[in-house]
T-cell receptor, first 115, second 111 residues
């Protein structure tokens, strides 16, 4: 049990589909993150929410749309994706963003394949 | 954005061998975190080093933060197959907000 749960674990979608990734944390954290993990590349920060407010959008294309209805839940809405968007999408949570050394607690990710 | 380079990218060794993984930057970080990611799972924090020159031990794993807080190393003694995984270093930038990850070192320990 990681404390951060992501669903679904695997997702295959066509380029014209619309789907959503879900993340839920039970750690009482106030910051939540979306990261993209591709082979042979560092983890790429996509979005940060701090106390439900988006504090960072790391130049992510508009075909990725985040939503944070409360401090425990985070969604990533996907539409008209490209094959190069295939990757492992990781959600993480932590103490409030900007508190220096607070580590990230990651979920087990959603393996996304765009066909 | 401050960059972190990890080496080697891939390492395959036999059970019982020792190894060292390096994490280097030209920039100063306020602290550095090491994570391990096993197949099908997300990264899990192993340790945070904060002070220049700091050494922390976690069983057979020894972590060191460089004196200038620009680099770090992870040394594993007598590696076990259970040590297999992707080792990630991540530096907290001196601004205190952004966490920068290295590319990772994929370690395979063969029985």
């Amino acid at each position: 049990e990681t404390g951060v749960t992501q669903t679904p674990r695997h997702l295959v979608m066509g380029m014209t589909n619309k789907k959503s990734l879900k993340c839920e944390q039970h750690l009482g954290h106030n910051a939540m993150y979306w990261y993209k993990q591709s082979a042979k590349k560092p983890l790429e920060l996509m979005f940060v929410y701090n106390f439900k407010e988006q504090t960072e959008n790391n130049s992510v294309p508009s075909r990725f749309s985040p939503e944070c209805p409360n401090s425990s839940h985070l969604f990533l809405h996907l539409h008209t994706l490209q094959p190069e968007d295939s990757a492992l999408y990781l959600c993480a949570s932590s103490l409030p963003f900007g508190q220096g050394n607070s580590p990230l607690h990651f979920g087990n990710g959603t393996r996304l394949t765009v066909t | 954005t401050q960059l972190l380079e990890q080496s080697p990218q891939f390492l395959s060794i036999q059970e019982g061998e020792n190894l060292t993984v390096y994490c280097n930057s030209s920039s100063v970080f306020s602290s550095l975190q090491w994570y391990r990611q096993e197949p099908g799972e997300g990264p899990v924090l192993l340790v945070t080093v904060v002070t220049g020159g700091e050494v922390k031990k976690l069983k057979r794993l020894t972590f060191q933060f460089g004196d200038a807080r620009k680099d770090s190393s992870l040394h594993i003694t007598a590696a076990q197959p259970g040590d297999t995984g992707l080792y990630l270093c991540a530096g907290v930038e001196t601004s205190g907000s952004r966490l920068t990850f290295g590319e990772g070192t994929q370690l395979t320990v063969n029985p």
